[in-house]
């Protein structure tokens, strides 16, 4: 059996390089339950061991040619011991350990003989936890309906045992087709390429206004693609992967958001600008300009848990130029706004031509080896994936943390993702070890920028009291 691919999942096989390989993978860090056996984790990786029925896309293996498509394999013709692996750290392990490991795992390639995953189970790690890494193909999935497959996967019962792993509960193999209407046994004929064709006039307005907007430079805080200075973070990059992390409690975030009037979204991109700021200028290498993020926007349909991607994307402006954290904050705020305004005036069914007509000549650039060479589009892709509200066990296990190392180009040597999960934000950097230094600095100047912003804008007496930080109240002009 087979299956055809979307052009824009066929897309990531097409950028796809030896050193840039395109596959993103979540990272889940849990305890085990009370009174586990010290056999637990061995008795957990048996278990899945033992599952060997696949579903969607675990099951599909890419059939290359001109036209990529899947050829759907039967269960007996999956090798699980070469996808399913047991690793340890030298106990106890810690961050940085598991950091170390997890850098080295993201830098190889997913093999497309095989259909294109890896389930890394890796215990050792201190205070009796133990963490899941699994590769996916950024040509199968993006960050939501990985959050998706996690969910459907996990439970929110600590009680229940017997759970599947991921490959045997996978994910639906078809989302609901455009046109269709509830009643409707099938899509209308012809509903999805007549609602595409009846957008386009809509969708060639909105990148007209755009480009009017951002190359005359008569509305700064519009971003669009290539006004982005190059940095060392838009060079060549080689095959090797750092990856830090950084977690902080939702509730300051939203603090914040509420006092400044901003969204949490807004916060990420302005702490992560400032974080940007420092870190660049202690190597000597801040650009006079804004830095400009290329920010993934989620256009899955609430309860959509299909296989492919469902993004869009808009450009925003990172204000690393402007030393203020508010001033900086406000800035983003504009920018996003003005991105976001574009894409809200779009009718449906222009989104995907809008995002293949915005992104077409860097995917182009990318296709064609020019990355690094080039002026870039963007200087880096920043997201925020919104995870489970509600915690998570899997057979009595609680997922603590959920951390997402991701995808990097030649001409992207940085990409940072916030993973929203229960009461925290966890915040992964994933970089490339030849261009970018000390990368856990990043992290650490990020949470600097977050303790500034907040003794800014929320008094003291306000905060709980391991918050610290000042009390002077700055508000957003």
Known sequence: MSALIKPFDAAWFYVEKPNAPAHFAPLMILSKPAGAPATFIRDFVEQWRGARSFAPPFNYRLRQGRVPAWDILPDEEIDLDYHLRHSALPAPGGERELGVLVSRLHSHRLDRR????????????????????????????????AARLMARVFTQDPEVRGQM???????????????????????????????????????????????RDAYS?????????????????????????????QRYELARLKRIAKAAEVTINDVFLAISSAGLRRYLS??????????????????????????????AFIYARLPTDIEDPIECLAAVRDSVAAGKARHQALPAAGVSPFT?????????????????????????????????????????????????????????????????????????????RDSLPHLQKLAVYTGEALDQIEALLIPKRSRPAASGGASRRKRLK
Not at 129 to 145: P, S, T
Not at 221 to 242: H, K, W, Y
Not at 286 to 305: A, F, I, M, T, W
Request: glycine letters at 12%; one cysteine or more; hydrophobic letters at 40%.
């Open 114 to 145: 095989r259909p294109l995953w890896e389930c890394h189970v890796i215990e050792g790690l201190e205070n009796d936890r133990f963490a899941v890494y699994i590769k996916l193909h950024h040509g199968q999935l993006d960050g939501v309906g």
């Open 282 to 311: 202690e190597l000597d290498a801040l650009p006079k300009k804004s830095l400009v993020g290329q920010v993934p926007v989620n256009v899955r349909p609430e309860g959509d848990s299909s296989v492919g991607n469902s993004l």
């Open 356 to 432: 293949m007509l915005l992104l077409g000549p860097y995917m182009t650039q990318l296709i064609f080896g020019l990355g690094g060479r080039v002026h870039p589009a963007a200087n880096l892709v920043i997201s925020n994936v919104p995870g489970p509200r509600e915690r998570l066990y899997f057979n009595g296990a609680r997922v603590e943390q959920v951390f997402g190392p991701s995808v990097l180009f030649h001409g992207q040597a940085l990409n940072i993702t916030m993973t929203s999960y229960v009461d925290e934000v966890n915040i992964s950097y994933t970089g490339c």
């Open 217 to 245: 430079g008569r509305r700064p805080e519009v971003a669009a693609p290539f006004l982005a200075p190059m940095t060392i973070l838009n060079r060549r990059i080689s095959g090797q992967r750092r990856f830090a992390t």
């Open 165 to 211: 792993p991921p490959w045997s509960v996978g994910m639906q193999s078809k989302r609901r087709p455009v046109g269709y209407e509830p009643g409707h046994a099938r899509p209308r004929p012809g509903a999805g390429i007549g609602a595409t064709l009846s957008s386009m006039p809509e969708v060639l307005k909105a990148l007209g206004g755009m480009a």
